[in-house]
């Protein structure tokens, strides 16, 4: 399973195989009030994915805890669209994809001999960084929680 963030209005892109079902009871509890806010694109397989949406073609990245560059390097500035690649929480993405796109992975910076972060985390992580570095662009910029 790799999951895919797109930000461009959150939608989220699924490849297949999935370590889960997406009517799990569990699944859509955690999501809570937000799915139906949620556009997901599934794919079969991660080859018909790249096929669809080009690394050499989209500002993609690929995170690992091999990353050449660090998750808050200012990358994701005025970028329009932006995937990035969070592999299975148990393996991560595979070498192969890695080696090819070296110059596109990203890291977020851990304590030596720590395995990583648990996937939703970085999710969160990064997909909070790619919106500070474009100044959370489409985000409510004032609380109204006082008014």
């Known amino acids: 399973m790799q999951e895919l963030v797109q930000l461009h209005g959150g939608k989220?892109?699924?490849?297949?195989?999935?370590?889960?079902?997406?009517d799990e009871k569990?699944?859509?509890?955690?999501?809570?009030?937000?799915?139906d806010k949620?556009?997901?694109?599934?794919?079969?397989?991660?080859e018909k994915f790249l096929q669809?949406?080009?690394?050499?073609?989209?500002?993609m990245y690929f995170v690992t805890t091999k990353g050449k560059k660090v998750y808050s390097d200012d990358i994701f500035k005025d970028l329009n669209e932006v995937f990035v690649l969070f592999g299975k929480e148990t393996k991560g993405l595979p070498e192969s994809i890695?080696?090819?796109?070296l110059d596109k992975t990203i890291r977020i910076p851990m304590k030596e001999n720590l395995r990583s972060l648990n996937l939703s985390n970085?999710?969160?992580?990064?997909?909070?960084?790619?919106?500070?570095?474009?100044n959370f662009q489409n985000?409510?910029?004032i609380s109204n929680y006082f008014d």
């Open 38 to 46: 949620l556009e997901i694109e599934e794919h079969d397989s991660f």
């Open 139 to 141: 985000l409510q910029e």
């Open 122 to 134: 970085s999710v969160a992580i990064v997909v909070y960084e790619i919106l500070r570095q474009n």
């Open 26 to 35: 569990h699944l859509k509890r955690a999501g809570l009030d937000y799915w």
């Open 52 to 59: 669809k949406y080009s690394p050499d073609e989209n500002n």
């Open 98 to 101: 890695l080696q090819q796109y």
């Open 12 to 22: 989220l892109h699924l490849v297949h195989p999935l370590g889960f079902n997406l």
